[in-house]
């Protein structure tokens, strides 16, 4: 299994990203690429925030219930997520396959559940196996929990014990990008931007922030407006809030990049960064 980070990685995603479509479908698969973004390059958290006052709620809810719904595991998805028209077209998301995502076959110690009963003694967890898992304490009924396999037993165990990456969390930032920035104490910010160094110009920069920073966020810009503008209403520089703004699309041949690709580019171009240099 793939293990975690060493350390955390955030992303950080405007509700305007849907703003450029209009169909449910369309905003399904804008969502979608999002998540699988997010798990193949081992994102920590993903937070939504309020990239402007005119910033749709429903999108907002629609980004939110999307990528939960993704980043649940499968077979939890019944007891999780009642039918909600934000999920219509969940079904076209594909599979994110991570480790908290085991087949019935894996052979894991580790696996998400949710508890289907209890009292003061013990509960019973469907943990994705043709049998419930009898756990031997008492746990919060109808509530997900991450187990942990201990000799024949399954008990309950912190999502940070757990030594594989687990999926991605899920942080909505109604207040805008820069209270979220201030309360999440990041070590580093990376900005993404047409306007930033070109990548090769700070690769050795990056590389020693990649190994070395514990708390990384990393910001994306809506389809209107880059990230410049948007810290710019809030009454900041870029500059004064990201350490790093850096262009991960140079000579790009498109009049825009849209924000789903410029997740994917950039944090494809940073893991090879990490990993190679």
């Not at 396959?97 to 110690?109: G, I, V, W």
Request: hydrophobic share 35%.
């Amino acid at each position: 299994m793939i293990e975690k980070r060493k350390n955390s990685l955030s992303i950080f995603i405007p509700i305007s990203i849907l703003s450029d479509v209009s169909s449910q479908i369309e905003k399904t698969f804008k969502v979608g690429q999002i998540a699988r973004s997010a798990s193949i390059f081992r994102v920590d958290k993903v937070v939504v925030y309020k990239d402007s006052p005119n910033a749709s709620k429903e999108d907002s809810l629609l980004i939110k219930d999307l990528l939960s719904y993704a980043e649940t595991p499968q077979y939890l998805r019944k007891s999780l997520f009642p039918l909600k028209d934000t999920l219509r077209y969940a079904g076209m998301i594909p599979p994110l396959r991570t480790p908290n995502h085991p087949l019935e076959s894996t052979d894991t110690p580790y696996r998400e559940g949710f508890v289907l009963g209890t009292d003061s003694r013990s509960s019973r967890v469907d943990i994705g196996l043709r049998r419930p898992a009898e756990c031997p304490c008492s746990l919060p009924l109808n509530k997900r929990v991450t187990m942990k396999k201990v000799g024949d037993s399954w008990l309950p165990t912190d999502k940070s014990e757990v030594p594989f990456y687990w999926g991605y969390d899920i942080s909505m930032a109604f207040k805008g990008l820069l209270p979220s920035l201030v309360q999440g104490n990041y070590d580093f910010i990376i900005a993404t931007s047409r306007l930033g160094s070109s990548l090769s110009s700070v690769s050795y920069q990056l590389k020693s922030t990649l190994s070395s920073a514990k708390k990384i966020g990393i910001l994306f810009g809506s389809p209107t407006e880059g990230v410049h503008e948007i810290i710019a209403r809030e009454g900041k520089r870029l500059e004064d809030v990201a350490n790093l703004i850096v262009n991960t699309v140079p000579d790009q041949g498109t009049a825009t990049v849209r924000t789903e690709e410029a997740v994917m580019i950039s944090l494809a171009a940073f893991s090879s960064i990490e990993a190679i240099l």
